[in-house]
Structure formats: structure tokens, C-alpha cells
């Protein structure tokens, strides 16, 4: 009848029968450093204030519901356990109201005792020893320069100074007057991890790549902040996870300003050539394991050469910005636009074939037809479109929409071609 770390053990025992305490001394001597004895509760009381036992052990006496009341108030993790003569369902229903650890009669053996307060303290320990080690945490989390939460998704259980900084809130749960979820505070962006629910939250957050693991947060200056995101499970026990978050904003500022420059014509600040051949390598692996169809439409300004040789290659620039503003402002969402080269653009229509890429590519021609130059006049354009094939790749595709579009050129210009 081994008691953990009994040795250490501080309790305080309840009972009217004065012969009780010799019975407690015996029994729990050789488990506990400290027993202390009391006949009534209101001395109780006063000794559970002066020694906080690690548990209270007491008979039914006159006042002992208030008693435990009064103890729960002040801790409402205290182990309390009663040990009685009175078998009577409605106090153990009371005992159940109040939280109490155990109901015990005195009829019961010894073993039975002794294993109920072994349960009682290694139950306590454990949650002791949670209690240093979140301690623990706080403390860590406090002295980072970075943000840093202790949360299960739904609560926070502690917010760094940085957080309530970032947020200009007095504590922690104020952020939900904001936000409804506390993932709501991540903004949904399809190259950040976000997430509605903390499982798909987490599963984002899992299958990005280190370098990848990045949140949105909207700042107090309504300006979206990049954040690097750490987060671990701190306990098998506990659903709590740390989430820490680093501000590499100006890094992903420089980021987007390569990656503006690597993937955006300079000239009329639409996607280039070589942003294109990303999505189009994408939108293929999709339709080679989905069979997610798409269509591809090359277009080119109809007697370009005229503008420049006319008017000079400032007017022609203004041309080919005036086109692709246009066209920008008009293709869909999902659709991807780049220029091509010289006066050649390219649109890339995912889920969209060949007889619905023209109904809409017809769309953007007769826009075309609005555009008027100040000096070069008016303006129009030839399109030449094609849908994937399964024995397809990008030169074979191209192929076909240039074909149609020779044909479109050769058709009397301002229309559209369809290559199968």
C-alpha cells in the first residue's frame, strides 16, 4: 500500500470520534510528513487556511457540505475525500455536486482506503506537475521577442505581452469580441496556411514546407502582416497547443518584390511568359490526373507593325498597355493572362473547353473593339484558341493555337479560330 511521493504528504483529517485520530495516525503515519487532527469544522477551517494540506479527509459531521463549500471556493481543486459510517444517497449526491473525490465508509477495508487516496494523489501530481510545467511555458513564452499563444482552438490559455500588443488588448479572450474562431484571425489566402476548422487547419499547417509555413494577419494599420508560424502539442494529455509567430514581413515584402519581378511583364504589368508556363505545367498535371479539361487562347493586336512604324514604339507601348489593362480587367478569377511576347498574349481557361473559351474569348474581342488611342485610333485583335489534349504538352499546344490563329489573321483579322 504504496502512496506516491507520500513522504511529502500534508493531510488534514476531519472526525467528531475523537478515537478517529488515533486510527488516522496509525494508518497514513508512515505515508505522510504532517497529520493534523480536528473534531469540528470550524476548526477545520482555520487549519485547512494555516497548513494547505494536499488532502482532507472527513466524516459527516454538522456542517460538512458548508465546509467543503467554503474550500472549494477559495481552491476548487483541493482533494477532498469523505470517509463515513452513513451510507445515504443524498449526501452522496451532495458530494457529487460539490466535486468531492471520493465517499468512503468506514466499514470498508483499509486496502480500499489507502488505494483511494494513492488515486486521489497521483491525480493531483499529474495535474501539479501540468500546472509547472504551463508555469514553465508562461514564462518562456513571455521573454520572446515574437507572438506567442497557449490555446486548443477554442480558448486561450495564455497570450504573450506581444500578443495583447499586436491585438491592443487587456486579455487574451478579448479577441473574440473581434473574431468568432481564433482562426478567423489568419487571413484566408491561398498561398498562407488558414483554415475554418482546427483539423484543416492543422493540416495545412502539417503538409507545408518549412520554408512555407506562413500566416496572414491583418494589422492594426488594416495592412496584412506575414508571419512564420511554429506550433507543437505541449501535452498527450491536454489538447493544448503553443503557436508562435515571428514577423518576417519586410522579408515577404522582398519576397514579393522578386517574386513581382520574376513573374510580371514589366511593360503592362500582367504575368510574363514564364509565370504562364508555371500555371500552364500546373493546370496540366491536373487535367493528366483529373481529366480538369482547360483551354488555351493566343491573341495578337491586329496590324501592330502599323502603330509602331506609324507612330513610333512609345505609342505601340501605350497600345499593348491599353490591351492588357483591358483584358486583365475582364478574364475571370481562375484564368490566367500573360503576355507572350512582342504583341502576343496568351489566356489559359481552366475547367473550360473549346466551345466555351470562344463564347468567352468573343466577349473580350468585342471589349477590344471599345479601346481607342488618342493618336493610334482605334484597336482590335485575333484570337486562336485550342483545348488540351491528353498527348499534348506546351509546344504541341501552342502549335495549335497559333495555327488558328494564322487562320484568324487570314480570315480578315478581329475574329476568332479554333484549332481541334
Known amino acids: ?55 482532507i479527509i472527513t466524516n459527516i459531521c454538522n456542517s460538512t457540505f458548508d465546509f467543503a463549500q467554503k474550500v472549494k471556493e477559495i481552491d ?27 465517499y468512503l465508509l468506514k466499514s470498508d477495508n483499509d486496502e480500499k482506503f489507502i488505494s483511494k487516496i494513492n488515486y486521489i494523489i497521483k491525480k493531483y501530481s499529474l495535474r501539479n506537475r501540468n500546472i509547472k510545467k ?9 521573454t520572446q521577442s515574437g507572438i506567442a499563444i497557449l490555446t486548443d482552438f477554442e480558448n486561450i490559455s495564455f497570450a504573450s505581452k506581444s500578443f495583447l500588443d499586436f491585438f491592443h488588448l487587456n486579455v487574451p479572450n478579448e479577441i473574440f469580441n473581434r473574431y468568432e474562431n481564433i482562426l478567423d484571425i489568419f487571413i484566408p489566402h491561398e498561398e498562407y496556411i488558414h483554415g475554418r476548422t482546427k483539423d484543416e487547419f492543422l493540416k495545412r499547417f502539417e503538409s507545408a514546407k518549412a ?13 496584412p502582416k506575414a508571419f512564420h508560424i511554429h506550433l507543437d502539442k505541449i501535452s498527450e494529455t491536454e489538447d493544448l497547443y503553443v503557436i508562435s509567430l515571428s514577423n518576417i514581413s519586410f522579408m515577404q515584402e ?17 504575368y510574363n511568359r514564364n509565370k504562364f508556363e508555371e500555371r500552364f505545367s500546373y493546370e496540366f498535371s491536373k487535367y493528366q490526373r483529373y481529366k480538369d479539361t482547360f483551354s488555351i487562347a493566343v491573341l495578337d493586336i491586329d496590324h501592330f507593325k502599323k502603330f509602331n512604324d506609324t507612330y ?25 493572362f500573360a503576355r507572350w511576347g512582342g504583341e502576343e498574349f496568351v489566356i489559359l481557361m481552366p475547367n473550360t473547353d473549346a466551345q466555351e473559351a470562344t463564347v468567352f474569348c468573343e466577349k473580350l ?9 488618342i493618336t493610334a485610333g482605334n484597336i482590335t485583335c485575333s484570337f486562336g484558341i485550342t483545348q488540351i489534349k491528353k498527348t499534348d504538352s506546351l509546344k504541341s499546344i501552342f502549335k495549335r493555337c497559333d495555327e488558328a490563329l494564322y487562320h484568324a489573321k487570314a480570315n480578315g483579322r478581329n475574329r476568332i479560330e479554333v484549332k481541334e
Do not use: W
Open 1 to 55: 500500500m504504496d502512496i506516491e511521493h507520500s513522504n511529502n504528504l500534508n493531510i488534514l483529517c476531519i472526525d467528531e470520534n475523537a478515537n478517529e485520530e488515533q486510527y488516522y495516525n496509525e494508518l497514513l503515519d508512515k505515508y505522510a510528513s504532517n497529520i493534523i487532527f480536528s473534531k469540528e469544522e470550524t476548526q477545520a477551517f482555520n487549519l485547512y487556511k494555516e497548513y494547505s494540506p494536499d488532502i
Open 76 to 102: 476548487p481543486f483541493q482533494p477532498i475525500l469523505i470517509r463515513t459510517e452513513i451510507s445515504n444517497s443524498d449526501y452522496m449526491l451532495q458530494s457529487f455536486d460539490l466535486d468531492l473525490d471520493a
Open 134 to 142: 504551463r508555469k514553465t511555458l508562461e514564462n518562456i513564452l513571455h
Open 211 to 223: 520554408i512555407d509555413k506562413i500566416v496572414l494577419i491583418l494589422g492594426q494599420d488594416f495592412n
Open 254 to 270: 522582398k519576397n514579393i518584390e522578386i517574386s513581382h519581378k520574376a513573374y510580371v511583364d514589366g511593360l503592362t504589368n500582367v
Open 312 to 336: 513610333g514604339h512609345l505609342i505601340g507601348d501605350e497600345v499593348l498597355i491599353l490591351l492588357a489593362e483591358k483584358i486583365n480587367n475582364n478574364i475571370r478569377n481562375t484564368d490566367t
Open 365 to 373: 474581342r468585342i471589349l477590344v473593339e471599345e479601346i481607342c488611342h
